[in-house]
C-alpha cells in the first residue's frame, strides 16, 4: 500500500518492480570530467549559462564577446575548445546575454532558449535567429518553456498584475519584492502559449489565478500538454489546442483515497507511458517523495520511488529517454557539501520503470546547476557556479 491509499494490482505490481530493482545494495558513482570554462575575472560579468546546441560533444553559451552569436564550448579532447558562430537576427545582435529556460534540441539542427519576456529560436543550418516576444505585457514573464513535439513550444506564463486593484511596482530589475507594508500581489494569472516553429503563435488558454506561494507545475511531452490541478489533487492533460481531454496520467494519482498532496514537479517521457512526479505535504517544511506513474495498455499504475530523499528539482529525461536525471539536497540552502545529481537509468520494460540510481559526482566546491544534455555520445553536462563544468556519459549502454 503507497501512501496514496488502496491501490490497484497494477500499482502493486510496479512498487514491488521497484523493491526489487533497489535490493543491490550501494549505489554506484559515475565521476565526471571536469572543465575549466571561466576565470575569476570573467565571472565577475555574471553567472555562465549553457544550453543545448546540435553539435555534438559542445554545449552552447553565450558571451559580451560575441553579441551576435554564440559559443560553442566543444568538450572532446579533455579541455574546453572555444568557437563563436555568427547568427543572422533583424536587430543584427543577440537582445541580451541573459538565459532563462532551454530547449533540448529538435528537429535536428534547431534550438532556443528564453529570456526575461521573449523566445530566442535558432537553427543552426541556415544561421538564423528568430526573437519571438512570448509576453505582450510588462508585467507579464515567462516562467518556462516545453517542447510539446517537433513542431509546437509551450510557454508558461505568469501574469502579475495582482488581484483587487493590487499593481505590482517595478524596479529595474522587474518587480520589486513584498515590504513591510505588504505583499502587492495577492494572486497572479497563468497563461499557457504554444507556439509553432517557425514563430506562429498558436492557441493559448488562461487559469485563474494563484497565490504566489506555490505555482503547480506543467509539463510537455507527446503531443500532450500536463498541468497539476490543486484543486482536485490531479494531473489534467491538454491536447495541442490547449483543450482538456481524458488523458491515462490523470487517473493514476486518482487510485488512492488521499490523491496528490502538492505536486512540486513531474516530468513525462518523451516516448514511453512513464511520469515522475514530485509531491510534497502541505505542511511547512514537509517531506518530498518521489512517484513513477505508468499507463502501459491504458491501465495507470503509480508507486514511490524508494532511495530519494530531500529537496528533489529539476527532473529531467535524457533525449533518448534512456536516462532520467534529478537533484536531490538533503538540507536545502546549506551547500558545506556541492549537491551534484543523481541518474536513473530507464528500462523499457512493461511497465516502464526507472533503475538503480548513479550519483554522479565531480571535483568541484559549489552547488551543480544548469544542466543540460548533449550529444555524441550523450551526456549530461552541468556549471558548478565556480568556473567549471562537469560532463558525465551517460548513453544508452551505461555510464
Known sequence: MTRLGKTSLASALLALAYLVANARGEVQTVRAQTYTVATEESMLFGEIRVFPIPVEDAVGSIDAESPDGIVVLGLSRGKIARKAVRFKTVLGSLPGLDVEHCLPVFKGTMFGYTQKRMFLLFDMRSKACIDIPVCTRHEQSVEGAYLVDSTAILFDIIDRRGSGGDVPKWGPDGPRLPTADGPYIKSATRILQLYGVAGKPLPQRTFPGYGVGYRPPVAAAQSTV??????????????????????????????????????????????????????????????????????????????????????????????????????????PGEYDEPVYPTAFPVKASSPPTLGAPRQLVGTGLFAVANGVWCAGPQSFVAYDGGGQLFKWQLDATGP
Open 226 to 331: 500536463f498541468l497539476f490541478d490543486d484543486s482536485v489533487r490531479t494531473v489534467v492533460a491538454m491536447d495541442r489546442s490547449l483543450a482538456t481531454i481524458d488523458h491515462p496520467l490523470s487517473h493514476c494519482p486518482r487510485e488512492g483515497k488521499g490523491g496528490l498532496r502538492r505536486l512540486q514537479t513531474l516530468a513525462v517521457h518523451p516516448r514511453l507511458p512513464l511520469a515522475v512526479l514530485v509531491d510534497r505535504s502541505r505542511e511547512k517544511n514537509g517531506d518530498y517523495i518521489v512517484y513513477s506513474a505508468t499507463w502501459t495498455d491504458g491501465k495507470p499504475a503509480i508507486a514511490p520511488v524508494p532511495g530519494i530523499s530531500g529537496e528533489v528539482t529539476n527532473l529531467s529525461f535524457s533525449p533518448d529517454g534512456s536516462w532520467l536525471v534529478l537533484y536531490a539536497e538533503s538540507y
